[in-house]
């Protein structure tokens, strides 16, 4: 059997309900908070402080410290192991300037962009329903205390 044919064999038998299934170690990755955000820092229109912000669905370049600047609480090693991980699965692009210093820039691929309209949803609904949220931890809390 050809590789292509072991590929396509292997796609049809993808099942994340499997133990064993890649696509499982995926779906562990990509729920990630810190991917989540990442994705919807380098696709949204509308993060606070973008350049160009008017222009919807425009993906831009950014550089690793507007990311860093962007995402709230994400530690140094963190945002470079994620951004890492996200360039070896080809949601993203590693871009170097031999600038002084180094200018790294980084930019979602045709595969990121696909799932950037995902967790654009998922960020979009978290905002929208926090405070329902919130009042039903509360309610629950009060009933089981």
């Known amino acids: 059997m050809k590789a292509a044919q072991k590929r396509a064999q292997a796609k049809v038998e993808y099942n994340a309900f499997l133990a064993g299934c890649p696509s499982r170690q995926l779906l562990d990755r990509i729920s990630d908070k810190w991917v989540v955000l990442i994705l919807c820092a380098l696709g949204d229109d509308d ?12 993906p831009k370049a950014m550089r690793y410290s507007e990311i860093s600047r962007l995402l709230a609480g994400v530690s140094q090693k963190m945002l470079t192991q994620t951004l890492r991980s996200l360039e070896r699965d080809g949601l993203l692009t590693r871009t170097a300037t031999p600038t002084v210093p180094v200018t790294v820039s ?9 799932l950037h309209h995902m967790t654009r949803g998922l960020r979009n609904w978290a905002q929208t329903h926090m405070a329902e949220v919130l009042a039903n931890r509360d309610n629950y809390d009060a009933r089981t205390s």
Request: glycine share 14%; net charge negative; no cysteine.
């Open 106 to 114: 980084y930019e979602l691929t045709d595969l990121g962009r696909s």
């Open 47 to 58: 993060s606070p402080g973008r350049p160009g912000a008017a222009q919807a669905d425009a």
